[in-house]
């Protein structure tokens, strides 16, 4: 698997494409669930996780989003059902998105790893408060045609994962169908995730944890989130995170008990966008429903 790491890692890095639309966090390894339907009730317990990030932080209108995803497995660990909740404001902007998840977990050996199929269906609707805004042309196609929108969406997915590695891809937007009162055509671009990482035992102390989200969509460039985890004594995370082209970061999280995590992240943009402004911040809440007993046993990083 780190063969097959650095050679997806080589191939982005010469690759010509374009980039996404969707909202973006830091801490995608925490929450993976948010890209990939496949994901769901692979951690083998009940998990709650909340991510909160503010970007560009002092600038007006500056994009403000809430994620919040629910999963768990079920018949025997063969199923997994979950839920994603999503609250994007921008501007004059905002939209909100809900979605429910299944994947089927096919095991492949007897050491954990494990092929998934995931499947995701739900609704998103934006709203547009253009008359918050100052306008120069009143007679704007855009200005004077504006509605709110309601989007069924339906997304798929698949994730190959054991306990210390996992890579996966999935279409979030697979099917869109969008309803709104012009009847303009409102379909946003198709979006396709890849995502993987592997954790490497460094001595009885550190665990290494690279991991890696791609994020294409056609007409805009290609976004790469590259992070770098250590794991001290199997309870504080202290990471680093490159977006290429976009940003730096630095994260840190701590299992203040078997069952609860609570992280913060800070990026700063290394782009244009990086003058009058303090960067991005995220505050991540994890909740699981595991018994001590199983965490010291075989402990999850995926």
Request: proline share 4%; hydrophobic share 40%; no cysteine.
């Amino acid at each position: 698997m780190k063969k097959v790491f650095t050679i997806v890692l080589t191939v982005l890095h010469f690759y010509v494409a374009y980039g996404q639309q969707e909202a973006q966090h830091s801490f995608y390894f925490f929450n993976p669930l948010e890209f990939n339907p496949a994901n769901a009730g692979s951690r083998e317990y009940f998990n709650i996780t909340s991510v909160n990030r503010a970007q560009w932080l002092g600038w007006e209108g500056a994009p403000k989003t809430a994620f919040v995803s629910i999963q768990s497995p079920i018949a025997r660990q063969k199923i997994g059902l979950g839920a994603t909740l999503m609250l994007d404001q921008i501007g004059a902007r905002s939209r909100l998105y809900t979605k429910g998840n299944i994947a089927y977990h096919l095991p492949l050996n007897d050491q954990g790893l494990k092929l998934s199929f995931g499947l995701a269906m739900g609704i998103q609707q934006d709203r547009f408060n253009y008359a918050s805004l100052l306008v120069s042309d009143p007679t704007d196609p855009t200005y004077v045609n504006a509605s709110n929108t309601l989007t069924t969406l339906v997304g798929s997915g698949i994730y190959l994962h054991g306990e210390k590695f996992y890579i996966g891809a999935s279409l979030p937007r697979t099917i869109e169908l969008t309803q709104e009162s012009n009847k303009q055509n409102l379909k946003l671009a198709d979006h396709f995730y890849l995502m993987s990482g592997f954790v490497k035992p460094i001595n009885s102390v550190i665990d290494l944890k690279p991991s890696v989200l791609v994020k294409y969509t056609e007409k805009a460039p290609l976004t790469i989130d590259l992070n770098v985890s250590a794991f001290f004594y199997k309870q504080v995370w202290l990471g680093a995170l490159y977006r290429v082209n976009e940003a730096i970061g630095i994260n840190t999280a701590y299992q203040l008990s078997n069952r609860l995590l609570l992280g913060y992240a800070f990026d700063y943009p290394v782009n244009g966008m990086r003058t009058q402004q303090w960067g991005n911040h995220e505050l991540v809440l994890t909740l699981e429903f595991k018994s001590k007993q199983r965490a010291f046993i075989s402990p999850r990083y995926f």
